[in-house]
């Protein structure tokens, strides 16, 4: 079965990459397959793959 | 004896020279003969089955004859015995066919290709060497057919590479196509009549061209993107406060420990669904797009609650909403 992938977009201006990663912490010890933390120039992207989908 | 010996000397220079020319000329010569002679290797086994005899004696199941026989036919047995003689008759014929195609396709074509560019190179380049054309014009002639040479490899490599995988593409979809039939076969005639085989017959017989497996391989490959570019986009504001409203729900959530309560708490949770975002509806659908949680699968159930919250707008409102629909489910139970 497939997952299905969200992408948070958080601003580095007013989020820290802890906070961020204390999202993808979360969202992993609550049933996401995985949850990571990237970055672009002025944003922290939380990728978060949760089970289920077609 | 020294003019005697310095013909002789001449002679015999020439008499090596002419060799040498002898040989090297016999050595492309044999070359040519090897590329322009090689046997298609097809890859196939000979085929004991005289295919054409074959065609001719299936030929009544094409041109109406049988057909007409099926029609004349009032009894709903016969009438499905022979439609079913029609329809393995026509998929027999399509299946030679088919399998000529193939051969043609993966063998001679395979073998004939890179030959018949080499053999026209190697005598391209006998006609510019063999004379006695300066040293410039035969390097020039020599680096023609070397960079021809690779140009015709660089073809049949492409098509060595594509081939393979059109086949398999084709032979994917006749399986494919097949299973209607196969299927009908076992029906009665009134439920599957002669007139649906014949649909279902073509789209067969379709499923075994370069056209139909191309269009199939392309759209795996828009599937695949399409799928890239499904993931669902969220644009956040803080971590911190989603993280402790997400902590307030998730500490009443655990208070939810069997299958049926967590159905109850995605029921009790569906009215709310239509004021959430569209990115959440789309999150809810991915992951539920059948809405299995609304009918007790408690995984379906778990999947989308645990998604719907981590990804939640955790406003104030829509808190409160998660913390009374897991009241409300603790105590159903």
Known sequence: ?54 | MALRGEGTDMRTRRQRGLSRCARMGLAIAVLAGLLAGCAPLTGYPKDPEDTDATLTRLAPYFDGAAEAQYLALADPTLRAQKRNDIILARIHAYDIEFADFERRLYGDGNATTLGGDLVGLVLAGLTATTGNAATKSALGAASAGVIGASSAINKDLYYQKTIPALLAQMEADRLKAELPITTGLKLLDADYPLAQAYIDLDAYKTAGSIPAAINAVNQSAGNAKDQAQANIAFQRTSAQAQLVSLASVQARLKMLISDAQLVALAKAMQPYLASRSPQLQQLVKAIDPNGLRLTGNAQKARQVINAWVGEDDMTPVNQQQWLDAIASAARGS
């Open chain 1, 1 to 54: 079965m497939a997952d299905t992938t969200t992408v948070d977009t958080y601003p580095k201006a007013t989020n820290t990459k802890a906070q961020v990663q204390a999202i993808a912490d979360n969202h992993v010890a609550n049933g996401a397959k995985s949850s990571v933390v990237t970055e672009d120039a002025t944003n922290w992207i939380l990728t978060t793959v949760w089970p289920g989908g077609c």
